[in-house]
T-cell receptor, first 115, second 114 residues
């Protein structure tokens, strides 16, 4: 059973507008959350993360919001740029600094930013 | 410059062949992982390692095996490839630091078994 869900397989946004990617999770033991970006024929690269003790984390154009009561997080990209076009994976982990740093991934959302 | 290397990037091989997917990292990370991803699907953990001589199976059952004889090397082997093994295989390593598990992924091996 999927513990991390990204229900939108694709999102299309005009350049300069805001992109909002959503992610839901079911495991209340998840301790921190990450977003990865993946271009074709490359491995995922880390984008931004948030700990369960926070509800917002910002890094330049990227902001992640966490709503623990709703078990929901979202990634906002403002302003969106054509170079942001990629697959975005939401990931979660119940292990903060423990022996195993395994992650649970969603299925990804293909973001397309058009000029 | 990549710190984790996977070879080959692409592999097309016949049914029944034995294959080894290579993964090496230069960061000295103790934790290493193999994930499998089919198109449009989530990454599934198939193997992980805490360190040398430590290997465990992940969530997704896999007929592949792994070994960890050296910290930097974590190869994955399929003794007899089948079409159902066709997928993308991603290797990763991680360490805990600055309040987050810092993951680095390789570029992946896209395996096709015909």
């Amino acid at each position: 059973d999927q513990q991390v869900k990204q229900n939108s397989p694709s999102l299309s946004v005009q350049e300069g507008r805001i992109s909002i990617l959503n992610c839901d999770y079911t495991n209340s033991m998840f301790d921190y959350f990450l977003w990865y970006k993946k271009y074709p024929a490359e491995g995922p690269t880390f984008l931004i993360s948030i700990s369960s003790i926070k509800d917002k984390n910002e890094d330049g154009r990227f902001t992640v919001f966490l709503n623990k009561s709703a078990k929901h997080l979202s990634l906002h990209i403002v302003p969106s740029q054509p170079g942001d076009s990629a697959v975005y994976f939401c990931a979660a982990s119940p292990d903060r600094g423990s022996t195993l740093g395994r992650l649970y991934f969603g299925r990804g959302t293909q973001l397309t930013v058009w000029p | 410059e990549a710190d984790i290397y996977q070879t080959p990037r692409y592999l097309v091989i016949g049914t029944g062949k034995k294959i080894t997917l290579e993964c090496s990292q230069t960061m000295g990370h103790d934790k290493m992982y193999w994930y499998q991803q089919d198109p449009g699907m989530e990454l599934h953990l198939i193997h992980y390692s805490y360190g040398v001589n430590s290997t465990e199976k992940g969530d997704l059952s896999s007929e592949s095996t792994v070994s960890r004889i050296r910290t930097e090397h974590f190869p994955l082997t399929l003794e007899s490839a089948r079409p159902s093994h066709t997928s993308q295989y991603l290797c990763a390593s991680s360490e805990w630091g600055r309040g987050v598990e810092d993951y680095t992924f390789g570029s992946g091996t896209r395996l096709t078994v015909v």
